[in-house]
């Protein structure tokens, strides 16, 4: 039963990860600071798309469920709608490169949005009421 808990918390941590690399910029428009984490992140999504790699954290999950005595993805919440959108079926090489395509566009514009914001702010200067 842990075992299984805790495969079911690496598929959730994976698909919180994923939606970070695709959409963590748009939370750097709210606190800055976080494109130290998420460019990190982005850069290793995209590298792992690029190169045919495959995360840490499947093999991790597999293992979590083989310990657990299953053979596969079951039922449940998670297995039949978080799994499919992380391990889809068809995922082919050509498929692998565009996402990471999609992924460095993707944040390649939001940053660069954010990079013009930034300097057109700053050459503003700041905002003063007289």
Not at 23 to 42: E, N, Y
Request: hydrophobic content about 55%.
């Amino acid at each position: 039963m842990v075992y299984r808990l805790l495969a079911d918390l690496v598929v959730l941590v994976h698909f919180g990860f994923v939606l970070f690399v695709i959409l963590g910029g748009m939370l750097v428009l709210r606190w800055k600071s976080v494109a130290w984490v998420h460019l990190p992140a982005a850069t290793w999504g995209a590298i792992v798309e690029f190169m045919g790699w495959i995360c840490p954290l499947t093999p991790l999950e597999i293992w979590l469920r083989v310990m657990a005595g299953q053979s596969g993805y079951q039922t449940g919440f998670i297995d039949h709608y978080l799994l499919p959108v992380l391990y889809p079926q068809n995922l082919t090489r050509d498929t692998q490169i565009w996402l990471g395509v999609l992924v460095l566009c993707l944040n390649l514009a939001i940053y660069g949005w954010l990079i013009r914001r930034w300097m057109k702010a700053e050459k503003e200067g700041p905002l003063t009421t007289e």
